[in-house]
């Protein structure tokens, strides 16, 4: 049974954390991993499946573009259903996947605003100087979360991961970047994998993009809840340091 950590941790122990809870959850949440991949990289390898089809729409035509954003959108649903469903996973709390669906329906459209307001802040901070924008774009990335999992409104949100990650910015940017290398490490390990077992002939196979897909499909629905998990248990891990910086008991 996994339970979060109850006090300040190291960077280390944070994501041992996480592995654990993506060790415990990620066969409930593999389903909603599955489809929220499959909306997400459909997109991506859509103009191979055309180029070698009798399909025929324009890459610039409105029936591409409103097949693009439905797929993405569709997406967005399902990773926000994976999250909630992670959230109650290590906060012990009974959920299904359908409620987890709903979950995210429900908060679908403060989630859109909170995501266009997010782009506009770290875009204007990066028209300032590089810095700022990226430091803003680490301490509102946890803001989508608190929209989600704790029902907050749009600048509520924003500006409570604001002042959650200013301070640790630097200790968050670090234990994130652990999954995001993970992910890029097995996504080149196994490209390499695969174009080595079929020589190089892979690209002369007939739809080769297949294979591509299937392979990068199983690969970011196990690797999609593993962001997550980290993420999850480093929220917490910055809500037990806001507590006792907040504490006037705590020994500075």
């Not at 499946?49 to 573009?65: G, R």
């Not at 608190?146 to 409570?160: A, D, Y």
């Not at 695969?194 to 199983?218: D, E, N, R």
């Amino acid at each position: 049974m996994f339970s979060l950590l109850t006090k300040s941790s190291q960077q280390s122990e944070i994501l041992e954390s996480g592995f654990k809870l993506y060790k415990s959850s990620y066969k409930q949440g593999f389903l909603l991993a599955l489809i929220a991949s499959f909306f997400f990289l459909v997109p991506l390898y859509w103009p191979y499946i055309t180029l070698t089809s009798n399909i025929h729409i324009s890459e610039h035509s409105a029936t591409h573009l409103l097949m693009l954003s439905l797929s993405w959108l569709l997406s967005l649903i399902f990773s926000l259903g994976l999250l909630f469903k992670l959230h109650c996973s290590c906060n012990g709390i009974q959920n299904s996947t359908l409620q987890s669906i709903k979950q995210s329906l429900y908060r679908l459209v403060t989630t859109l605003l909170v995501a266009t307001l997010y782009l506009i802040i770290v875009f204007s901070g990066t028209m300032l100087l590089i810095v700022p924008g990226f430091i803003l774009s680490i301490t509102l990335m946890f803001s989508f979360m608190m929209v989600v999992n704790e029902n907050k409104g749009v600048l509520q949100s924003l500006l409570t991961s604001h002042q959650l990650v200013w301070g640790n910015w630097w200790h968050t940017f670090v234990i994130m970047s652990v999954p995001l290398l993970l992910n890029i490490i097995i996504m080149l390990l196994a490209f390499v994998l695969l174009v080595s077992i079929f020589s190089k002939t892979l690209f002369q196979i007939t739809g080769w993009y297949y294979y591509v897909f299937a392979l990068h499909l199983i690969l970011q629905s196990l690797l999609l809840p593993l962001t997550f998990s980290i993420a999850l248990v480093l929220f917490n891990d910055l809500r037990i340091k806001q507590r006792q910086n907040q504490s006037p008991f705590t020994v500075r």
